[in-house]
């Protein structure tokens, strides 16, 4: 039996500091929930100098990172990245982790919670469908656990993992897995998914053809998704947080949180630019996307910053704010994206 849903207010739990031994992480406040009003006004504005001056205080020089931030909790106090080393490494309160480090193959599709990591690695750069899941709880001394082995390349498509309160999800085929990372308890609640799923506060939601389902993340029980998203058609540009779920369709941003009566455009693909909106990530109030350049909107300002020129690439990553910098030395960045201050208005 569907259930209509009514989208709490949730906070993830978020650690701040790790130990090079197995010292769980302590908790961590959680940004508080976004603003409600939908911008009244659209615009593109230069990156503002406060903006840049925080990125270049919070990169990752020190602990061997490269290829950019792979995970994060809600205000960025830890994060994921890649080490030069082909290892994956947690980095929080100045400390490093390891997690696993692997001889051949790549890291793919991560996510964090706050407590739960899930991850891929990757078997073949000539085949990106062959990949075996994996999940780690860092708040014990244990190593990762598999969640499934797909490195035949069997079925596809692309592995990436969303996690949420301690459960995972991710797709291989068309089966949509969600997974209890405390009971290591596995159900497929779709075999038709077309798309990959998001996490919009307790709620699930993805795509089966031109049609929208949901479910309760936490039980796994069928429910019917907000009006204001049945509409929306089908799309494989979703993305959500807590309170704002973002989808692309014609060329447009389109966002909706509670409180708004009605989805709202939220950016317009920019002129002069090859290619539509792609990759939707939010945290807050921002949301980054690309086109042919990588952009941010602000949600309170309805104004839009677009990078200019290489090596210097912006990207959501769970709670933080991410800037790739450097062509040659790839040295990433991380801040809280609660923290920012709002880009310019219109």
């Keep these: 039996m569907k259930r209509l849903f009514v989208l709490p207010v949730l906070l993830i739990a978020a650690c701040t500091t790790t130990q090079s031994s197995a010292e769980p992480p302590a908790p961590a406040s959680t940004p508080p929930p976004p603003t409600v009003a939908a911008p009244t006004a659209l615009c593109e504005v230069a990156l503002p100098d406060e903006w840049r001056r925080r ?3 919070a990169k990752l020089t020190d602990s061997g990172a490269q290829a950019g931030v792979a995970a994060a909790n809600a205000d960025a106090s830890t994060v994921f990245t890649k080490s030069k080393d082909k290892g994956l490494l947690m980095i929080s309160g100045g400390k490093q982790r390891q997690v696993m480090q692997i001889d051949e193959g790549e890291f793919v599709g991560a996510d964090f919670d706050g407590r739960w990591l899930t991850f891929g690695v990757g078997h073949s750069p000539g085949n990106l469908a062959r990949w075996t899941a994996y999940a780690w709880d860092s708040h014990s ?15 596809g498509p692309l592995f990436y993992s969303f996690v949420h309160r301690g459960k995972a999800a991710w797709v291989r085929g068309k089966d949509l897995h969600l997974y209890d990372l405390a009971t290591k308890q596995d159900e497929v609640v779709s075999k038709a998914a077309t798309s990959r799923p998001v996490f919009f506060g307790d709620l699930m939601v993805w795509h089966e053809d031109a049609s929208l ?10 429910v019917t998704p907000p009006a204001q998203l049945t509409a929306m058609g089908k799309r494989d540009q979703m993305a959500a947080d807590d309170h704002t779920i973002v989808w692309v369709t014609d060329n447009q941003l389109i966002g909706w949180r509670a409180g708004w009566p009605q989805a709202q455009v939220l950016a317009k693909g920019l002129g002069g630019q090859t290619g539509g909106i ?5 945290s807050g109030d921002l949301v980054t996307w690309r086109a042919e350049d990588s952009h941010v909107t602000d949600i309170r300002s309805g104004s839009t910053a677009r990078t200019t020129g290489p090596g210097y690439w912006l990207s959501i990553v769970g709670g933080a704010f991410t800037v790739q910098l450097g062509i040659q030395e790839r040295t990433p960045a991380a801040v809280s994206a609660a923290a920012l201050p709002p880009l310019p208005g219109c």
């Design 141 to 155: 001394a244990g190593e990762p656990f598999q969640l499934e082995d797909n490195s035949e390349g069997r079925n």
């Design 278 to 282: 792609m990759d939707p990530s939010v």
């Design 213 to 222: 389902r949901a479910v309760n993340a936490l039980d796994g029980t069928s």
């Design 55 to 57: 990125v270049d205080a």
